[in-house]
């Protein structure tokens, strides 16, 4: 395993550096991407992020998002290129390369390049030759306010790195309310915003920047396909493919919907079931000590937080997956109805 000292003397001279989100990344797995990659520009590095999907387009602001390579049919090709000529592959917000298909490939093809891996979620897998990791971070994206601090010094985060960093911490500490957001958060961000950023700008980018079709899902959502369990301190959505369709679906359109089921009074558990080609993607929120990551290992083929997590039903339609669902939560009654949790 590198340490910080072995990184920072192989980036001494210019390399060829290809930084890597998680699939269908949010505002601090591409934040914490384009903070990086203009980092390393300002360097002299050839620096290139590839995207493994496609991202929301209320991202589209970001600097350098311009530069950013898409992976699909059309660009696997110069895809596969880059990253087999990459020196230094960096992973962003992910801590198992099966996060990053069908990149996952690609990168492991690479065998002579330095892996290294940024990440503050749990259970990682060890595929890195260098780790920055640390679950208590509130963000991926404070993680590299760090390493960019380790590699270089506090003149390196111009505005644009900045923008970056404080959209990926604002929007994983939920706009500063999650039990993750530290004083030392609240000194980084008082020195983003010294450098300059226009917060109020990035809030209305991200949040106050919805499509009519995206709002009216919301909408719809809260009021056609919510559903509370009041002995069990749940509430859940169910999306099947028509109702996504019927809204013009995109990448990022139920981003935050699952946040909705926690604000009403006395629910500890929010889920969205969201039907998608083969399987069916799940969103899991909690209140308190009730681990969402862990259920979300044990059962949904997913993980990430205590408080917020993710997963999937490969193979199942939208009404099995809520049958599997609901067999599940029903196994925790005991659990969610503890008053402590």
Known sequence: MLNIESLRQALSVPRKIVIIPHQ??????????LALWNFFKNKGHVATVISPTQYPDF????????ETLVYSEATHGSCQQVISEAEIIFCLDFNDLKRCEPL????????????????????KKDFANFEYVRVTAAATAEL?????????????????IASCIY?????DTGSFKYPATTPQIHRIVANLMEKGINHSLIHRNIYDNSTLDRLRLKGFALSERLKVIPEL????????????????????????????????????????????EGFVKMSLRSVGSLS???????????????N??????PGMSIEEAERCFLEVIYSYKDTLADTNN
């Open 233 to 276: 301190h749940t509430a859940y959505f169910v999306l099947s493919k028509a109702d996504l369709s019927r809204f013009h679906h995109q990448i990022g359109d139920t981003e935050g919907l699952v946040n909705y089921g926690l604000s009403i009074r006395g629910v500890k558990l929010s889920v969205i079931l969201k039907e998608d």
């Open 308 to 313: 917020a997590a993710g997963g999937r039903l």
């Open 292 to 306: 969402v990551n862990d259920i979300a290992r044990t059962h949904f083929n997913g993980g990430g937080h205590i």
């Open 24 to 33: 269908k990344p949010d505002a601090d797995a591409l934040g914490s991407c």
């Open 144 to 160: 590299i306010y760090e390493l960019i601090h380790l590699l270089g010094n506090d003149s390196d985060i111009t505005p644009p």
């Open 104 to 123: 996952d490939v690609l990168i492991s093809g690479n065998t002579t390049a330095i892996k290294a891996m940024v990440d503050h979620h749990q259970d």
């Open 167 to 171: 959209a990926g911490i604002m929007t």
């Open 59 to 66: 991202l589209q602001w970001m600097p350098g998002h311009e």
